[in-house]
C-alpha cells in the first residue's frame, strides 16, 4: 500500500544521491554545451585518449563516451537493470561491465550481453570535426 510506495520512492531517490555522489569517480565529468538540434559538444578529442571513458550530461541526460580500438562510442551512462553508472564499471573489449550486479552492455549498440539486465540502453553517434567531439542525441 502507501508505506511500499513511500519506501520505493525514498529507495528510488537514495540511488539517485548516490549515483549524483558517485559522478566525480574514475570517469571524470566533462563539461559539455548544447548544439542546434541536439548535437551535444563534448570538447576536445584530446579529452578522451584511446582506451578511455568520459562522464557527460546534457540537461538530465549522462552519457559514458568511450574512445576504444580507435573508434569513438557514446550510450547512456545507466545499467537497465538497476539505474548503475555504466562509465564507472570495467570494460571488456567492447562490452562495459555494470560495477553493481555485471550486467555487460555492447558500447557499440547499447545492446545487453547478459543478466541481471533483460533491455539494452540507448547508443548515440559520436562524430570528430575540427579536433573536437560531438554526440548526437
Known sequence: GVRAAVAGALERVGR???RA???GGQCGRVGGR???HGE???GPLAVLPEGGAKLVESGSLFLGVYHIGGELFAMEDRCSHDDGPLCEGDR???DVICPRH???FDLRTG?????PATEGVQAFPVS???GDLFVQI
Do not use: Q
Open 111 to 115: 545492446a545487453v550481453l547478459s543478466l
Open 128 to 130: 570528430v570535426r575540427d
Open 34 to 36: 548544447r548544439r542546434d
Open 92 to 94: 571488456e573489449g567492447f
Open 21 to 23: 555522489a558517485r559522478r
Open 102 to 104: 555485471g550486467a555487460r
Open 40 to 42: 551535444f559538444g563534448v
Open 16 to 18: 539517485g544521491l548516490e
